[in-house]
C-alpha cells in the first residue's frame, strides 16, 4: 500500500452534472497529480499541484479544476459532465517537483449516465 | 509534447518463462522511466524505475533497461509467476516538466500455471 487514499471509491453521475473527488497524499509529501484514466488505456495527466498552487495543466478544458490544501491533500472539480469524463481518476503524490517517484492512490470510479 | 508508444498490447507466457514489454518515447529531454503494475480495480503499483544517467536496472525478477540513443526502454521479468498477471504501464517524465507523467497504453501480461 502507498499511503495514498482517494474518496469516493465509486460514484455514479448524471451527464451536466458537478463531481468533487478528493486525495490524501502520502505523509510527508507536498505534491499532488491527477489523472484520468479511461478503460484500456494509459493514465493521462490532468493537473498537479505543489503547495497548494497548480503546477502545470494536460490537455484537459477548464471545467476541470483542483485545489490543494495546507495538509497537502487535494480535491479534483469537474463541472458540467460529459458521458467521456466516465473514467477512473487517479491522484498521485511525491517529493517535491524534481523528478521523484509518484505514488498512486486505488482511484475514483466515475460513471456518468 | 511526449509521446510513449508501448508493445505488446497483449503478452501471455507459461509460468517460469521470461516476459520482456518495450516502449519507445519521442522527447530526447525525457530522462525519468517508470514501470508500474495496475491489477484489477487497484491503482498503479511501481514496481521497478531508471533514469537516464542509468543503462540498466535490476531487483531480483525484474530488470529495465534503457537505450538513449534509440529512445527506448524495456522491462524484463523472468522466472514468471501466476501473480505477476496484470497489466504493465511504462511511462516517461522529464525534470522541466515537474514529476508529469506520460504514459504508454498498457500491456496485458497473462502467466498461464
Known amino acids: 500500500e502507498t499511503g495514498v487514499t482517494q474518496s469516493p471509491t465509486h460514484l455514479i453521475k448524471t451527464r451536466g452534472q458537478q463531481v468533487t473527488l478528493r486525495c490524501s497524499s502520502q505523509?510527508?509529501?507536498?505534491?499532488v497529480s491527477w489523472y484520468q484514466q479511461a478503460l484500456g488505456q494509459g493514465p493521462q495527466f490532468i493537473f498537479q499541484y505543489y503547495r497548494e498552487e497548480e503546477n502545470g495543466r494536460g490537455n484537459f478544458p477548464p471545467r476541470f479544476s483542483g485545489l490543494q490544501f495546507p495538509n497537502y491533500s487535494s480535491e479534483l472539480n469537474v463541472n458540467a459532465l460529459e458521458l467521456d469524463d466516465s473514467a477512473l481518476y487517479l491522484c498521485?503524490?511525491?517529493?517535491?517537483?524534481?523528478?521523484?517517484?509518484?505514488?498512486f492512490g486505488p482511484g475514483t470510479r466515475l460513471l456518468v449516465l | 509534447g511526449e509521446n510513449v508508444e508501448q508493445h505488446p498490447s497483449t503478452l501471455s507466457v507459461q509460468e517460469g518463462d521470461s516476459a520482456v514489454i518495450k516502449c519507445t518515447y519521442s522527447d530526447s529531454a525525457s530522462n525519468y522511466f517508470p514501470w508500474y503494475k495496475q491489477e484489477l480495480g487497484k491503482g498503479p503499483q511501481l514496481i521497478i524505475d531508471?533514469?537516464?544517467?542509468?543503462g540498466e536496472k535490476k531487483d531480483q525478477r525484474i530488470a529495465v533497461t534503457l537505450n538513449k540513443t534509440a529512445k527506448h526502454f524495456s522491462l524484463h521479468i523472468t522466472e514468471t509467476q501466476p501473480e505477476d498477471s496484470a497489466v504493465y504501464f511504462c511511462?516517461?517524465?522529464?525534470?522541466?516538466?515537474?514529476?508529469?507523467?506520460?504514459f504508454g497504453e498498457g500491456t496485458q501480461l497473462t502467466v498461464n500455471p
Open positions: 511511462a516517461a517524465s522529464q525534470e522541466t516538466s515537474g514529476s508529469r507523467l506520460t
Open positions: 498521485a503524490s511525491s517529493l517535491g517537483l524534481e523528478v521523484e517517484t509518484q505514488y
Open positions: 505523509s510527508g509529501h507536498n505534491t
Open positions: 531508471i533514469r537516464s544517467n542509468v
